[in-house]
């Protein structure tokens, strides 16, 4: 399976280099063509053609494969193998010409991510993992951080857009950690966070009223490159339940327990 996985991954990478690039040609996009799918949420033709070819595209990768999709192109497997694509993670820094935006393309079965691609096309970095196969950055390997400690660390998070219901919560562990540890930042996308975490740039990554699309392919690739990922509560229902921490693992337990101060 491990082999299988590999060339899957390699097709996936390809694929989203192709697609990516092609969106990357896109960015004279203005929020004025952008259209408001909820509060605070764009979506702009980008977003839905890019899908549909990343949709085209997995279907001749892996035609047994159901979809789970951000702008609902495809339908779910019956099977539990599902594409979880968000084709333009970042819109609204795409549409404001910030270069903090990816695709991401997680492979999951189940509940479960075996494979990941986020490819950022702002700098050409390409993250890939799948289940036992180790996380890369353009073909290189990856480790997450050392970091034995919350106060030594920094630290990626994000604000729901639509989704105020924690938000007093969220707010005071947001100043909690402001100050315990060396920082707090705010990429403007979940896929690019996880995949710094992956790589040691953070030490973690927490977010609440996320979808599984922003989180699949980061789930697999933090975790091949050795950290740990749940849900609040130290679960694992962290890709389909709305809320995630991912750390270096070393941090883990004390991020957990900080979080278990707000969220109940």
Not at 130 to 150: E, H, M, V
Not at 226 to 234: A, M, Q, R
Request: aromatic share 10%.
């Amino acid at each position: 399976m491990d082999s299988s996985l590999k060339h899957i991954t390699a097709q996936v990478e390809t694929l989203s280099k192709e697609i990516g690039n092609w969106m990357k040609a896109q960015t004279t996009v203005s929020e004025n063509i952008a259209e408001v799918k909820s509060e605070n949420n764009l979506v702009t033709y980008v977003d839905k053609e890019s899908e549909r070819r990343f949709v085209e595209g997995l279907k001749h990768i892996l035609p047994e494969a159901g979809f789970v999709a951000e702008e609902g192109t495809g339908a779910p497997a019956a099977s539990g193998l599902n594409w979880v694509i968000d084709p333009l993670d970042g819109t609204t820094n795409f549409v404001h010409g910030m270069p903090v935006w990816c695709t991401s393309i997680g492979l999951c079965q189940g509940n479960e991510a075996i494979a990941g691609v986020i490819y950022d096309p702002s700098s050409n970095e390409c993250f890939t993992a799948w289940k036992g196969g180790g996380a890369f950055l353009n073909g290189q390997p990856i480790r997450i951080s050392t970091i034995p400690s919350l106060e030594q660390s920094l630290f990626a998070t994000g604000f729901p857009y639509d989704d105020f219901g924690r938000e007093e919560a969220y707010i005071a562990l947001f100043r909690d950690m402001m100050r315990s540890t060396r920082g707090l930042r705010r990429l403007g996308s979940a896929a690019l966070d996880m995949a710094w975490a992956a790589c040691g740039r953070v030490e973690g990554f927490y977010e609440y009223g996320l979808n599984p699309w922003d989180v699949a392919a980061g789930c697999i690739i933090v975790q091949e490159a050795g950290g740990t990922v749940t849900d609040f509560s130290g679960g694992d229902n962290y890709i389909f339940g709305e809320d995630l921490v991912c750390t270096n693992g070393h941090v883990q337990a004390e991020m957990l327990a900080k979080i278990a101060r707000y969220f109940s």
